[in-house]
Nanobody, 118 residues
Framework: QVQLVESGGGLVQPGGSLRLSCAAFGFTVSRYFMNWYRQAPGKERELVAAISSNGGSTNYADSVKDRFTISRDNAKKTAYLQMNSLKPEDTAVYYC???????????WGQGTQVTVSS
């Protein structure tokens, strides 16, 4: 059964850090781009960070550059999002996404809540 399971969300004060994890089950994750999206209340879902299938290329939204780092461990079938210097505007539900562009396969996790507040 194909599944993406996120963990690591929670409540953190401004300036703090969190590390999100996304564990993949039921497919060959090394063939997939891994992406992190987020959706804040009343806003559209936005792409936060992306990493290529072998980890050699990454991309970030301007709003998180130099603060967030995406990484992956294909042996563990897991992707990560290290979030530093968190701001209240980073508050959102964060979703893991796996994408195999060549064949149009696209899987989503259930999301994990990140709340940045004092």
């Amino acid at each position: 059964q194909v599944q993406l399971v996120e963990s690591g969300g929670g409540l953190v004060q401004p300036g703090g850090s969190l590390r999100l994890s996304c564990a993949a089950f039921g497919f060959t994750v090394s063939r997939y781009f891994m992406n992190w999206y987020r959706q804040a209340p009343g806003k559209e879902r936005e792409l936060v960070a992306a990493i290529s299938s072998n980890g050699g290329s990454t991309n970030y939204a301007d709003s998180v550059k130099d603060r967030f780092t995406i990484s992956r461990d294909n042996a563990k079938k897991t992707a990560y999002l290290q979030m530093n210097s968190l701001k209240p505007e980073d508050t959102a539900v964060y979703y893991c996404n796996a994408e195999w562009r060549l064949y149009g396969y696209n899987y989503w996790g259930q999301g994990t809540q990140v709340t940045v507040s004092s």
